[in-house]
């Protein structure tokens, strides 16, 4: 089917990215294309009920549908919801059958999605009538490709931007953030997280623990332990293992932790979504990378420093239960020349933009 010219002038958009928190970020630029491209379309999100929050947050977006985890009410309450939206064009960045299918149930009658060989799941783009397959790259090249597509180019060079992550930071979130660091007399701070989905991507905690005595005492600044849903074992090793100066552990939210990342000194973490928020949100980011690639998912900013040791054939994006050892490689010496790199080098020029 051939789209009209300028179909999204006035028209209605959504944007399909259920999960997950890196994923999203990684998708926020598309969005600032297209609002830059079509800026009196009515744009929205359909994402999983978990990330609503963070999509809430976002600027340029009109409306955000979510889905409920799991049953079939809510999942058929939100298709309901896609109905009622007259949606004229839909682009699934996800690239799953359950994505694609989705934007096929909203009526859209233009549908973009990566085609098969770009897909994480090939047949999904079985659903599209528009498919891409963009070069390879970072994620968040591949997917303004879909925006492109459509007449929706890059809104600038990752090296000028200061808008590609609209993101502002909730008040509330931001006065209980402050509070809690208060309350332990935490004034100057730095962020860790030992955590990354799968232990193959993570750092060994006692590394973690190390640095944190390392960096604490060099700076006077006391870190502070980030942890998802599951993590908290970790993080406990981390302090077990740090000593003293001891970190803080704080269990936060989403919108939490957007404020604690906003006003950390840096980051120090795996491939995961803090990382990945922290540089939306203009943090000054120190990535450990082994089985997976940064080219494709590494920090989206140039003073970002990245540390890596892993060979051609250590690249797997296997989900393994234990230590890669291309991440077993990364030394504490590395890690920390690497945090002194970061701090030397000028502001990151990708910044969020803040109210």
């Known amino acids: 089917m051939t789209p009209p010219a300028n179909p999204l002038n006035r028209g209605r958009l959504l944007i399909v990215r259920l999960t997950s928190l890196g994923d999203i970020i990684h998708a926020l630029p598309v969005a600032v294309a297209l609002r830059a491209a079509y800026p009196s379309a009515y744009i929205s999100w359909l994402v999983d009920d978990r990330w609503r929050p963070l ?31 007259r949606f004229e064009y839909v682009v699934d960045v996800q690239g799953l059958y359950k994505s694609a299918f989705l934007a096929w149930l909203s009526g859209a009658p233009f549908r973009v999605g990566f085609d098969g060989a ?60 402050k509070q809690a660091l208060r309350s332990h007399g935490v004034t100057g701070y730095f962020m860790i997280s030992p955590g990354g989905g799968w232990l193959s991507k993570c750092w060994p905690v006692e590394r973690f623990g190390e640095l944190h005595r390392r960096l604490s005492t060099r700076f006077g600044w006391r870190g502070v332990v980030t942890y998802g849903p599951g993590e908290r074992p970790l993080a406990d090793a ?118």
């Open 118 to 177: 770009a897909a994480r799941e090939s047949g999904a783009s079985l659903f599209y009538n528009r498919r891409v397959l963009p070069s390879f790259g970072h994620r968040i090249d591949k997917n303004l490709a879909l925006a492109a597509a459509i007449e929706a180019p890059p809104p600038c060079s990752a090296e000028e931007s200061r808008s590609l992550f609209p993101l502002s930071i909730s008040g509330e979130a931001e006065a209980s953030v």
């Open 55 to 85: 999509l809430n947050q976002v600027k340029g977006i009109d409306e955000v549908i979510s889905i409920p985890r799991g049953g079939w009410q809510g999942l058929l309450e939100g298709i309901a919801r896609l109905r009622r939206g």
């Open 238 to 355: 981390v302090l077990a293992s740090a000593g003293s100066p001891a970190p803080l552990l704080l269990e936060l939210d989403l919108l939490q932790l957007m404020a604690a990342l906003q006003g950390a000194q840096f980051f120090v973490g795996g491939d995961t979504g803090p990382l990945h928020l922290s540089v939306a949100l203009g943090t000054p980011v120190v990535g450990l990378y082994g089985p997976t690639d940064p080219a494709q998912t590494g920090p989206y900013c140039r003073e970002d420093v990245v540390v890596r040791n892993a060979r051609p054939d250590e690249t797997t994006y296997n989900r393994g239960s234990s230590y890669a050892p291309s991440m077993l490689s990364i030394t504490v010496d590395q890690v920390e020349a690497a945090v002194m790199r970061r701090l030397a080098a000028a502001s990151c020029r990708v910044e969020a933009a803040r109210p």
